[in-house]
């Protein structure tokens, strides 16, 4: 039973831009604290960006910061990651993940153990290539 949905991935040039989405179709995300996260072929899977429940606290990765947003559409129930800049090291499957909130945002996005969170997305590819 598929409970977060991820998408708005898919194949932009660099400098390119993308957002995505990340949708719960059994909950309410306003409760949860949120993180993208992602996993390049060969490489460990990285936090990207975390926020807290509601308009909580937010945290970006060194390598994104100043080029992603996380923010809430509480109207449509989902959690956007606004993309900018897309780099060819920004190719990766892109995951959401919900958890209740526990610790801090920072934290949260440095713990990437699935079993972690209460709840996990299917993923979505991101490919940054000329």
């Known amino acids: 039973q598929v409970q977060l949905v991820e998408s708005g991935g898919g194949l932009v040039q660099p400098g390119g831009s993308l957002r995505l989405s990340c949708t719960a179709s059994?909950?309410?995300?306003?409760?949860?604290?949120i993180g993208w996260f992602r996993q390049a072929p060969g490489k460990e899977r990285e936090g990207v960006s975390c926020m807290g429940s509601s308009d909580g606290p937010t945290y970006y990765a060194d390598s994104v910061k100043g080029r992603f947003t996380i923010s809430r559409d509480y109207a449509k129930n989902t959690v956007l990651l606004q993309m900018n800049n897309l780099k060819p090291e920004d190719t990766a499957v892109y995951y959401c993940?919900?958890?209740?909130?526990?610790?801090?945002?920072?934290?949260?996005?440095?713990?990437?153990?699935?079993?972690?969170?209460?709840?996990w997305g299917q993923g979505t590819q991101v490919t940054v290539s000329s």
């Open positions: 059994e909950f309410t995300l306003d409760y949860y604290a």
């Open positions: 993940a919900a958890v209740r909130p526990s610790t801090t945002v920072q934290v949260m996005c440095l713990t990437t153990s699935r079993g972690f969170f209460d709840y």
